[in-house]
């Protein structure tokens, strides 16, 4: 009895990455993305970002430490990123507490009620944001406008993003055109020249990362080819059917936290799908809500909620579409 072999899910190859060297990458592409937060955003980004990391770290510890009792894992660099998505989806002037709040809600309740890494059903940094989105609606919604390196942490002048300016202004009958005017231009907000959160003001930062984790295999162009591919679509159709009614392609792609959800936050190894069918229907599902949510929706933004539903239909996938097995004989007629 004492020689029983423990069995364990598939996948079972054999490979050099670790949790720990695959989180450290995710880090590492998320760096051009908070050098232009800070650029923009100044010491507020440095102050959320070192507050969020900080208690996602301690938070994790102490559960693991004193409520679990279990070997502590906060060096395989999970909280780390858990912290620094947290901080991306945040305003740079949000007061300490409330980023303390968050973090509690993203480790304690998100991820480390389900027994920690692996086994949390919703990515931990979103579920943190949706919770201080709908506790703290004002301090979430006060958007610092970039100003420089020099910006202080409580004198930011806030404004509007893109998503909500256009919000409102089609919602009180403007057309697109007269909108033109009060957004940011293509260039601008591929170089992150807008109002939002610290991690969806530089789309150009965010795509080098994507290379990046294209390049190092840490994920697969599925999932946010997929999402990206989608919100293009059908952006695209809307925007043909009445252009001055509906934003081009171009500005949902570039505005608001598609590209940071699509490339970091959709593909977050414990919460999306594991083979490649499944992968591109679950983006195309991320895709198809963050048009509705934003279109028709009350909410300017729609990716933290559509990859949370989405979320939830992992397990499902996972038992449905599986790639044929080994051997399998195909059944013709």
């Not at 208690?55 to 004193?66: A, W």
């Not at 858990?82 to 980023?99: D, H, V, W, Y």
Request: aromatic share 10%.
């Amino acid at each position: 009895m004492a020689n029983l072999l423990e069995v364990s899910p598939s996948p079972h190859s054999h490979g050099e990455d670790t949790t720990r060297k695959l989180m450290f990458g995710v880090v590492i592409a998320l760096l051009p993305a908070l050098f232009a937060s800070v650029f923009y955003f100044g010491t507020g980004a440095v102050i959320v970002t070192i507050t969020s990391i900080i208690s996602c770290l301690t938070f994790e510890y102490l559960i693991q430490r004193f409520i679990l009792k279990k070997p502590v894992s906060i060096t395989d660099g999970s909280a780390l990123v858990t912290g620094l998505l947290l901080a991306f989806n945040l305003p740079s002037n949000i007061p300490i507490i409330i980023i303390i709040l968050g973090s509690l809600v993203a480790i304690g309740v998100a991820k480390m009620t389900f027994g920690g890494l692996g086994n949390n059903p919703f990515n931990p940094a979103l579920v943190g944001r949706v919770f201080m989105l709908l506790s703290f609606p004002v301090q979430m919604t006060s958007w610092p406008v970039p100003s420089g390196f020099n910006t202080g942490y409580t004198d930011a002048i806030t404004g509007a993003t893109p998503l909500a300016i256009m919000k409102e202004g089609i919602k009180n009958g403007e057309s697109i055109s007269q909108l033109m005017g009060k957004i940011p231009t293509t260039f601008q907000m591929l170089l992150g020249k807008m109002g939002g959160s610290m991690g969806e003001v530089a789309a150009l930062a965010l795509l080098i990362g994507f290379i990046y984790l294209l390049y190092k295999k840490i994920i697969t162009w599925h999932i946010p080819v997929s999402i990206i591919g989608t919100v293009a679509i059908f952006t695209t159709i809307l925007w043909l059917i009445n252009p001055q009614s509906n934003a081009s392609p171009v500005f949902h792609l570039l505005s608001g936290g598609l590209l940071l959800g699509a490339i970091f936050m959709a593909t977050d190894y414990v919460t999306s799908p594991m083979n490649p069918k499944a992968m591109i229907l679950y983006g195309c599902c991320i895709g198809i809500l963050t048009v509705i949510i934003r279109v028709w929706g009350s909410y300017p933004e729609g990716v933290s909620f559509a990859i949370l539903i989405m979320n939830a239909f992992v397990p499902l996938m996972n038992v449905y579409i599986k790639p044929k097995r080994f051997g399998e004989e195909v059944q013709n007629g």
